[in-house]
């Protein structure tokens, strides 16, 4: 039965997404990209259900993100690469996480902490070819790459990698960020480093511009089976949406024609209309920007969301219709099974599907199907 409100994840579509774009890609090593939740999927299963299907990197932006996953017992190699002053070093290093690095300042910081472990620490350097974000800047190459080979030749650090991130603005502008990034790894081979993994993009670029793969991509929307491109949809790209969205209507009713609903009575019944009362709001991460626009699914119908999405809770309006409470309402899924997509609800809320997966709350119990039979119901 469908809980009050729930977000269910097929870990086997995320198996299958892996694989299609696997097969799409060739040779290059995948990355899975687990930031963030998972995207809000669930770092921990979703990241052993990832290596499960081919994945031989799990990416983070934050090393505790990282660190969460080896707590629950993966051991595949992550790559953790958005850091702050108090960011744990020494705890990545411990951890065999990592650390992709953009600076001399985090070099220096890293080489020190590695030192105090008597360890050597892995790193990525990270380069700015564009996005204009946290790569080492062009005008910073040489030193960057000169103490990294400093440093390597005296056993503090491994350079293991070299990597940059696209705008994904036109094809003009990635073949610009390209020739960048080309320029930049010259650059280090030339210092004397010899980084057995080379990467630079991420599900749109690894579709759509083949000379960016190099050795390695890094996948995050794909493997949720969703479209980074306005042009396509899952389906399109043959994926599948790993998350569905849904919950019980907690409460039915009968209006005359003039009520008002919800907050500021931005919707009055036109006619006399049945309402439900759907409880996911916006502290679940139902954007209210999709007050008024969002449609959801119950039954076989769509009906739209009426008056304002409220922090517990909004209102869809059935208009002849009838419902029970305890009937399912579904938010958004796999628009191949007929419910709204989160596309749908993106264009609704005037954002990206990133965004409405990644934003589900924590309130929103997570439910997996597929994969292993211990990842069944288990809670991230
Ligand atoms: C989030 C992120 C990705 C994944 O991007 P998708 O478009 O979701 O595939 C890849 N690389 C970096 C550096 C990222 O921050």
Request: hydrophobic letters at 45%; proline letters at 4%.
């Amino acid at each position: 039965m469908t809980r009050f409100r729930e977000a269910v994840i097929d870990l086997d579509a995320i198996a299958a997404n892996i694989r299609h774009l696997s097969a799409v890609i060739g040779d290059p090593q995948i990355l899975a990209v687990v930031k963030a939740n998972a995207y809000g999927h669930g770092a921990v299963p979703v990241a052993r259900m990832a290596v499960a299907a081919g994945a031989s990197w799990l990416g983070v932006a934050d090393v505790e993100e990282g660190l969460e996953l080896r707590r629950a017992g993966i051991t595949a190699p992550i790559l953790a690469w958005l850091h702050g002053l108090d960011t744990d070093f020494a705890a990545a290093i411990t951890a065999d996480i990592d650390l992709g690095l953009s600076s001399v300042a985090q070099l220096s910081r890293v080489a020190d902490a590695a030192m105090e472990l008597g360890q050597s620490a892995a790193v990525q350097l990270k380069l700015e070819t564009g996005l204009s974000r946290n790569g080492a800047a062009p005008g910073e190459w040489d030193e960057l790459f000169t103490r990294a080979a400093a440093l390597e030749r005296a056993g503090r650090i491994r350079v293991r990698g070299i990597m940059s991130h696209l705008s994904n603005t036109s094809p003009a502008d990635d073949a610009e960020a390209i020739a960048r990034f080309d320029e930049g790894l010259a650059a280090a081979r030339a210092a004397g480093l010899t980084p057995d993994l080379v990467h630079l993009a991420a599900t749109a670029a690894a579709l759509r511009v083949p000379e960016s793969r190099y050795s390695m991509v890094r996948l995050g929307i794909g493997i949720y089976g969703l479209s980074p491109f306005e042009d396509a949809d899952s389906g399109d790209l043959g994926l599948i949406p790993a998350m569905t969205v849904r919950g019980q209507i907690a409460a039915v009713r009968r209006v005359a024609a003039g009520a008002g609903v919800s907050y500021d009575y931005t919707w009055r019944a036109q006619e006399d209309s049945t309402l439900a009362l759907v409880p996911l709001g916006y502290a679940d991460g139902i954007p209210r920007q999709a007050s008024g626009r969002g449609e959801v699914q119950i039954g076989a119908r769509r009906y739209p969301i009426v008056g304002r999405i409220a922090m517990d809770q909004f209102v869809v309006n059935l208009g002849h219709d009838t419902a029970a409470v305890g009937d399912e309402v579904v938010l958004f899924g796999d628009p191949v099974a007929g419910v709204p997509s989160a596309n749908d609800w993106a264009d609704a809320a005037l954002t990206v599907n990133y965004e409405i997966v990644t934003r589900i709350g924590h309130r929103v119990t997570r439910s997996y199907c597929g994969g292993a039979p211990a990842e069944a119901d288990a809670q991230p």
